[in-house]
C-alpha cells in the first residue's frame, strides 16, 4: 500500500493530503482537524458522520478518502459559525434539539441536504430525511421542530 | 430572593459550540506523539486459555507493545467492587466476582479483552491483532439466564460450584397471611431481556502520564469522574492529587458510562506508566456491543392476592436476575426493581425474592431505568391481568390502590437503594392518572373511538401504566461559586454531563442567586482539578443533588457580595438589592457597585485584610439528602396493530409526570422524550439476541434497531410539581421517567388492540416476529 497526495475541499479551503487507499473520508476529515464530523459506527448504520459530499448528504464513513479527490465537502461547522450561524443551527440552539450534541453535525448536514432539494417539507418528509440519524437523546421531537421553524424562516 | 430564571424555558449555552464544532469530546484530543490502543477479544463466551502468543505481534512495524495479562505481573487483579453490596438486609448473599483488567485463565464472556496493542495508529493496532497467535479451549456456555443456575450447568467459577451470584429476600408484612384472605390470586411469569444503552459516542479515553510532571492527564467518556480518579489513583499506587480526569463533553450515558476500573482503562493507565506517551483507545461499536455494560434480564415469578372490589392485599415476586460475567456493580439493579415494584400502589403486604446469575455475557450494570422498568412492568403487567378478572377498568383498578396525597412521606417497609428504609417523599399520584386519561382522552377512546375503528377492523389499544422513580440518591455533591474580577461567575462541580443541559440549568440557579443572566455563569463539570469532592452523575441525580449544593454555594456568594457591598456602600444590608451583575441601593439605583469591582475589592493586592476573612467573592457548599426524592408519574398510548405484519404504529403518547420543580422545562422535555424513546426502543425494536454459546448476535446498528424518527410518534407531556421536602429547590430527578413506564404501557395497549384473539403478553421487548408468534401460539 502507498499513500496518494489527493485533495480535499472542506468548507471551502483546500487541503492536500497524503492518503492511504484504506482510509476513510471520516478519518481524513477528523485528521486535517474537522473534528465536528463524528464517528459513530463506522457502517453506515448511524449518520453521525454525514458530510456532504458535492451537495449529496453521504455517511463519510463509507467513502474513502480517495474516492472525494477533488470534491466540495462541506461539514456541518462549514454551515455557520458562532457569530453566524446557519438558520438550521438557531433553530436546532432554539427549539432545544441538542442535548448531547454527538448526532448534531450529522442531522444538521441531513437537514440541510433536505431543504436544499425540498425547501418547505412535511413531517413526514422529514422524518423519512432524518431517518438515517440515530438520536439517543431527544427522541427527535425538537430535532423536527427544529427543521421545520428553519424552513419556516429560511422562506420568509 | 425573586426567582427569576430557574423554572423558565430558556436556550441553553452550550448549544453555540456544540453547533459549530467548538465542543471537545474524548476522541477530539490530540497529543504529538500519541499512541492508539486496540484490544484483541475472545470470539468464545467460554474457554480456557492454554496461551497466548503476542511475540510476532511486537515486531510488527508501528507496534509499540503488546501486553497479555501474563505482561501485567503484580497488577492483574480482580478490579474493586464498585458498589457495596447492601448488608442491612439480612440473610443476604453475595458472591464478590469483580471484573478483571483482561481474562488471564478463562475467557468468560465473548469480547472480552485477551491482548492489548500499542501502536502508532489504530490501523496499525488492529492489523496487529492477526499476528497474535490465541489458544483457547472452548466450553459449553451458560447462556441462558433460567439455565445457568440449574443443577449441571456450566461454571463460570468452579470454586464456588453454583452460578449464584447473590440472593436477596425482603418482606413486608406477610404475604402467606394476605393470600389466605384473597378473594382472587393470580399468578404468572414475566419475562424481560437485555438491550443495550447505545449512546451514540462509544467509550473512548486518552492517558497521558508525564514522567517530567510526575502526573496522569485523562481525558474520558465518565459518568464518574472523581470515582474514576480515585479508583485509578488507587490502582496505580500513585497519589490522587497526580491524577487529574476530565471529561469533557460527552456523547450520552445512559448508565454504562458509570463503571469504573473497565479493562480498557486499566491498561491504558498501565501502559502510560511505563511507555510515558499519552495512549487513546476509542471504541468502535461493535466492541460497545461485546464489551460496554448492559441490562435488562429478568424472569419474575409473581403472584398477585386482591379482594373482589380490586383492593391488593398482597404481593410477591420471587425473580432471577442476569449479572453477566462479574457482579462489580453489586445488586444496584435487582435492588431498584425490588424498590419499584410496588409502584404508587399502598401494597399492604410485599414478598419480594431474588437470586442473581453468573452467566457468559456482558456485564450487568444499570442502563437508563436501572431495573425500574422490570418492576414496573411486572406490577402494571399483574395490575392490568388483575382488572381483566375482576371485569374492572384499568385505570379504575389503579386509582383504587394509589397511595394518597394526603400519606405523605410513606415509608414503604423495605430497604431502599440507598440501603435505608424506602421512604416516598412526596407526590400527588391520583394527578397523575387524571391528568394522563385527559391529556389521550380515555374516556373518548374507550367508549367511542375504539369501537368505532374497531368495527372497521383496526386492531387498536390503548395502555395505561403508572410509575414512581426513585432518584436524586446521596452521597452528596458539592460545588464552588466564584465571582471573576470581568463580573462574570464560574461555577465548578464535580458530576460529568452527557447532554442533561447543566451548562444551562446549573447556571440559571447561580444567575438566580448572585443576580446576573444565566449567559454570564461559566460552568465547568467533569473537570477534578476544578472541583475534586463529589460521586457522579447517576440515578437522576445531578440537577437535584449538585443543583441544591450549587443552588447553596450561590447563597453563600450571594452573603459575601451583600457583606461587602454594604460596608462600601455604607448602606445596610437589607436595604441592598443585586440586579444585572451589580449591588445598588435598593431606593437609590445610581449608588451601585458592579460585581467585578466588588470581586476585586474582595482581592486586594496590597494593605491588609480582615483577620478571619477569606479572600475574593467565592463560597464552596455541599449538600447531601437525607434519602432519595421519589417522583412519579403516568404514561398513555394508543397503538394500531397491522394484522399481517404485526408493525405497532404508536398513535399517540402523553406522559403525565411530576418532578417537583422544574429547572428549566425545555430541558426537563428533552429528558422525557429521550427516556420515552429509549423505552419505545426497549419494547419493540431492541433486544440483544444471544445464542446458546453466548455469542450476540446482533451487534451492530444495522440489526439492533434503535427507534429512528420514522419510529417515534409525537409525545404530549403533563407537569405536575409537588415539590420534594428533602432539598430546598424542590427538586427531584427525571432523567429515567420515559424508559421507565413505557415498556408496560406498550404491552398494555397492543394486548388491549389484540382483545378478542386471547393473547397474553407477559415479555419485553417484543418485536414484529414475536407478536405473530404469541398470536399464532408457536
Known amino acids: ?156 | 430572593m425573586t426567582t427569576k430564571y430557574v423554572g423558565q424555558r430558556i436556550k441553553r449555552n452550550e448549544d453555540p459550540r456544540l453547533l459549530t464544532g467548538q465542543a471537545l469530546f474524548v476522541d477530539d484530543v490530540q497529543i504529538p506523539g500519541m499512541l492508539h490502543a486496540g484490544f484483541l477479544r475472545s470470539d468464545y463466551a467460554h474457554a480456557a486459555i492454554r496461551g497466548i502468543d503476542a511475540s510476532k505481534a511486537r515486531q510488527r512495524p508501528g507496534v509499540i507493545a503488546v501486553y497479555t495479562a501474563a505482561d501485567l505481573g503484580d497488577f492483574w487483579k480482580p478490579g474493586p467492587l464498585l458498589v457495596p453490596a447492601p448488608h442491612s438486609i439480612p440473610d443476604l448473599i453475595f458472591n464478590k466476582r469483580t471484573q478483571v483488567p483482561m481474562a488471564r485463565d478463562k475467557v468468560r464472556h465473548a469480547g472480552e479483552a485477551l491482548a492489548c496493542v500499542i501502536a502508532e495508529s489504530r490501523y496499525i493496532a488492529e492489523d496487529a491483532y492477526a499476528d497474535i497467535e490465541v489458544d483457547l479451549e472452548p466450553l459449553d456456555a451458560a447462556a441462558d439466564l433460567e439455565a445457568a443456575l440449574a443443577p449441571g450447568a456450566p461454571l463460570l467459577y468452579e470454586e464456588l460450584g453454583t452460578n449464584l451470584a447473590s440472593y436477596v429476600k425482603q418482606e413486608k408484612g406477610s404475604y402467606a397471611a394476605a393470600r389466605s384472605q384473597a378473594d382472587v390470586v393470580l399468578k404468572r411469569r414475566i419475562v424481560m431481556d437485555r438491550g443495550a444503552a447505545a449512546a451514540l459516542e462509544n467509550r473512548g479515553y486518552v492517558f497521558w502520564w508525564e514522567s517530567k510532571t510526575q502526573e496522569m492527564t485523562v481525558w474520558a467518556t465518565t459518568q464518574a469522574p472523581i470515582a474514576l480518579r480515585n479508583v485509578m489513583a488507587g490502582l496505580l499506587g500513585l497519589s490522587e492529587s497526580q491524577v487529574r480526569v476530565i471529561a469533557p463533553f460527552v456523547g450520552g450515558g445512559f448508565g454504562p458510562k458509570i463503571m469504573l476500573a473497565q479493562p480498557e482503562e486499566q491498561l491504558l493507565a498501565w501502559s502510560t506508566l511505563r511507555l510515558s506517551r499519552p495512549i487513546k483507545w476509542i471504541e468502535d461499536r461493535q466492541e460497545d456491543f461485546l464489551a460496554t455494560t448492559q441490562e435488562r434480564g429478568q424472569i419474575h415469578d409473581v403472584e398477585i392476592a386482591l379482594t373482589r372490589d380490586g383492593r391488593i392485599l398482597g404481593l410477591q415476586d420471587i425473580f432471577i436476575h442476569d449479572t453477566g460475567a462479574y457482579n462489580s456493580y453489586a445488586l444496584t439493579v435487582p435492588l431498584n426493581t425490588q424498590t419499584h415494584t410496588m409502584g404508587p400502589y399502598e401494597i399492604p403486604n410485599f414478598h419480594t425474592e431474588y437470586r442473581v446469575a453468573f452467566t457468559n455475557k456482558m456485564l450487568v450494570t444499570p442502563v437508563r431505568g436501572a431495573g425500574r422498568p422490570q418492576g414496573v412492568f411486572v406490577m402494571e403487567r399483574m395490575l392490568d391481568l388483575a382488572a381483566k378478572e375482576l371485569g374492572m377498568d384499568v385505570t379504575e383498578i389503579r386509582a383504587r390502590n394509589m397511595i394518597q396525597p394526603d400519606q405523605f412521606p410513606h415509608p414503604q417497609g423495605i430497604i431502599g437503594q440507598d440501603f435505608t428504609e424506602l421512604i416516598y417523599d412526596s407526590g400527588n399520584y391520583p394527578a397523575t392518572l387524571q391528568m394522563a386519561k385527559e391529556m389521550i382522552g380515555y374516556e373518548h377512546f374507550i367508549r367511542e373511538e375504539q369501537p368505532r375503528l374497531r368495527a372497521q377492523g383496526k386492531l387498536v389499544g390503548i395502555g395505561m401504566a403508572c410509575f414512581t422513580e426513585g432518584t436524586a440518591v446521596g452521597p452528596y455533591e458539592g460545588a464552588r461559586v466564584t465571582v471573576e474580577s470581568s463580573g462574570k461567575v464560574n461555577v465548578a462541580t464535580g458530576v460529568g454531563t452527557q447532554g442533561q443541559g447543566h451548562f444551562t440549568s446549573f447556571a440559571q440557579i447561580v444567575a438566580d442567586q448572585v443576580g446576573v443572566k444565566p449567559t454570564d455563569v461559566i460552568v465547568t463539570t467533569g473537570d477534578t482539578e476544578k472541583f475534586h469532592w463529589g460521586t457522579g452523575t447517576f440515578a437522576s441525580r445531578g440537577a437535584t443533588v449538585a443543583g441544591n449544593a450549587i443552588d447553596a454555594a450561590g447563597a453563600g456568594v450571594r452573603a459575601k457580595i451583600l457583606k461587602l457591598a454594604s460596608k462600601l456602600l455604607e448602606t445596610p444590608e437589607q436595604e441592598l438589592e443585586i440586579v444585572d451583575g451589580a449591588v445598588r441601593v435598593a431606593d437609590i439605583p445610581e449608588k451601585a457597585i458592579s460585581l467585578g469591582e466588588l470581586a476585586i475589592k474582595a482581592n486586594p493586592m496590597r494593605g491588609s485584610v480582615e483577620p478571619g476573612t477569606e479572600p475574593g467573592l467565592e463560597s464552596t457548599q455541599y449538600f447531601a439528602p437525607k434519602h432519595g426524592a421519589t417522583g412519579a408519574g403516568t404514561c398513555a398510548m394508543i397503538v394500531e396493530v397491522d394484522p399481517d405484519t404485526f408493525l405497532v404504529e404508536i398513535k399517540r403518547y402523553v406522559i403525565a409526570h411530576d418532578c417537583g420543580t422544574m429547572l428549566n422545562p425545555l430541558i426537563v422535555d428533552g429528558q422525557i422524550h429521550g427516556g420515552v424513546s429509549m423505552g419505545i426502543g426497549q419494547s419493540f425494536y431492541e433486544k440483544l439476541e444471544y445464542d446458546a454459546n453466548g455469542q450476540l448476535l446482533n451487534a451492530n446498528l444495522g440489526d439492533y434497531l434503535l427507534p429512528r424518527a420514522t419510529d417515534m410518534p409525537p409525545i404530549a407531556i403533563g407537569h405536575l410539581n409537588t415539590p420534594s421536602p428533602l432539598n430546598p429547590m424542590g427538586s427531584k430527578g427525571v432523567g429515567e421517567a420515559g424508559a421507565i413506564p413505557t415498556p408496560a404501557c406498550f404491552v398494555q395497549a397492543v394486548e388491549n388492540a389484540l382483545a378478542g384473539l386471547g393473547v397474553e403478553i407477559m415479555e419485553a421487548p417484543l418485536s414484529p416476529r414475536r407478536l405473530f408468534e404469541l398470536v399464532h401460539r408457536e
Not at chain 1, 1 to 24: D, E, F, W, Y
Not at chain 1, 99 to 122: E, F, N, R, V
Open chain 1, 1 to 156: 500500500m502507498q499513500p496518494k497526495v489527493i485533495t480535499l475541499k472542506v468548507n471551502g479551503r483546500r487541503h492536500a493530503v497524503a492518503s492511504m487507499p484504506n482510509v476513510t473520508l471520516l478519518y481524513a476529515l477528523r485528521d486535517l482537524g474537522y473534528t465536528d464530523v463524528k464517528n459513530g459506527c463506522e457502517k453506515g448504520d448511524c449518520g453521525a458522520c454525514a458530510v456532504l459530499l458535492n451537495g449529496k448528504a453521504v455517511n463519510s464513513c463509507l467513502v474513502l478518502a480517495w474516492q472525494a479527490d477533488g470534491a466540495e465537502i462541506v461539514t456541518n461547522a462549514g454551515l455557520g459559525t458562532l457569530d453566524r450561524p446557519h438558520p438550521l443551527q438557531a433553530a436546532f440552539a432554539d427549539t432545544g434539539a441538542i442535548q448531547c450534541g454527538y448526532c448534531t453535525p450529522g442531522m444538521l448536514i441531513s437537514a440541510k441536504a433536505l431543504l436544499d432539494a425540498t425547501p418547505h417539507p412535511s413531517d413526514g418528509e422529514i422524518r423519512e430525511a432524518l431517518s438515517g440519524n440515530l438520536c439517543r437523546c431527544t427522541g427527535y421531537d425538537h430535532i423536527i421542530e427544529a427543521v421545520q421553524l428553519a424552513a419556516e424562516r429560511m422562506g420568509e
